[in-house]
Structures are given as C-alpha cells and as structure tokens.
C-alpha cells in the first residue's frame, strides 16, 4: 500500500493563477480531508468528503474548491491563487470505524507570490 | 468553540531523560484523541489513537494517557532519545454522525534531545 500520496511536493504560483494539488489514497478510505498548515496556527480543515460525490466546508474553505468523483481521489482546486494561501497542505484519509483513525500524505509546499 | 491546546509549546531535554507533553481540550464529548509526530519539513505519522472509551494506549517506550473529565491528555516518552527530537501534535475528533471524521489540532510541542 502506497498509503496517502500528494503531487506536487513543492509549487510556487503567481498571484491570480489557479491549480489542483492532487491527493489520493489506496486504503478504501470513505472518509478524506484537506489540512492548510501555517506558523503559529496549526493544522485548520479546509474541506472533507464522507464518501465519494459527498464534500463539505471545514474552518477555512473560502478560495478552495473539492469534488470527490471516486472513494480514491479528493483533489483540491486553488481557484485564483493569494498570497495568503501560502502554506503546507496536507491531505488525509480515515480508516473506518471503530478507531477512525486519520492518516496523513507528505504535504504540498506552495508559495503565492 | 472546541478548541486543543498544548503546553509546553517547547521543550529540551538530556538524552535519557523521562517526558511529559500535555495536551488539553475544551470540551470532554471526544470520540478519539490522537498523538502525531512531525519532523521538519515532512509530514504526520501518527504514534497513538485512544478511543473516548479508553484511559491510556502503549506502543515501545510512548503512552498516551485520557482523561476526558478534566478534558487532558498526556504522552509520556521513556528514556528519551535524541531521535526523539521533532514537533508533537495532539488531535481531537469530535465526531458527528454527518460530518465524519473531523481533527482539531494543537499547535504542538517542539521537542528538542540533547545528546
């Protein structure tokens, strides 16, 4: 098993331009998240999906769009890049009850300049 | 507002010796707590998940301890090694039956071990 896996590992965007930080996961997961991590604020819930066709808002959604077509992927599209997106994203897949336990992807680094 | 804080927010210690990271929680309805570790500039391996039913969980020299009535956790790390140096996460799942499984995190403590 592959676990969680992101791409691109790293990315840096103009302001105004848009792009998908890819996730998927090979775990059967229905549950998938998306984390932003920044200095001083720890990891916020951007968005979630509880089953493929199925996402909703978390703390921080504004700027950000997810769709779920299949159980293994959970893409999150930025829709025109700020420099307050700079951050490390981080994408994670829960494993079923009774435990529910989070499992994380490597992080995307993105820079908005 | 549920909320996670951790103290200290930075810690160093001599190799060998015993620790202790607190992690504190606002509000005591918990499914799971879990404990990550992250080293820098990766990202979250997961160390230990106590479910709400349970008091304490065990893995080598790591125990994680729940005590949901003074809303607290702790992870006790044994004769600490300098491998040991990386930031620790504490996470709340304060799950509902629509929402799935959704993680508040503390900020973490950085941990240093000092040879």
């Known amino acids: 098993n592959a676990g969680v896996t992101q791409t691109p590992k790293f990315q840096v965007l103009k302001t105004g331009q848009s792009m998908t930080l890819q996730c998927a996961q090979d775990m059967n997961h229905e549950y998938m998240s998306w984390y932003r991590q920044d200095p001083g604020m720890g990891l916020r819930l951007i968005h979630y999906s509880v089953g493929a066709g199925i996402t909703d808002q978390g703390e921080v959604p504004n700027g950000y769009n997810v769709s779920r077509s299949t159980t293994e992927d959970f893409p999150l599209r930025l829709l025109s890049a700020a420099p307050s997106q700079t951050s490390v994203y981080f994408c994670?897949?829960?494993?079923?009850?009774?435990?529910?336990?989070?499992?994380f992807g490597p992080g995307t680094r993105l820079t908005v300049t | 507002k549920q909320e996670v804080t951790q103290i200290p927010a930075a810690l160093s210690v001599p190799e060998g010796e015993n620790l202790v990271l607190n992690c504190s929680f606002t509000d005591s309805a918990i499914y799971n707590l879990q404990w990550f570790r992250q080293d820098p500039g990766k990202g979250l391996t997961s160390l230990l998940l106590?479910?709400?039913?349970?008091r304490e969980q065990t893995s080598g020299r790591l125990n994680a301890s729940l005590d949901k009535s003074s809303g607290r956790s702790t992870l006790y790390i044994a004769a600490s090694q300098p491998g040991d140096s990386a930031t620790y996460l504490c996470a709340v799942d304060w799950r509902a039956e629509t929402s799935g499984s959704r993680l508040t995190f503390g900020e973490g403590t950085q941990l240093t071990v000092n040879p």
């Open positions: 994670a897949s829960t494993s079923g009850g009774p435990s529910y336990e989070q499992y």
């Open positions: 106590i479910q709400s039913s349970q």
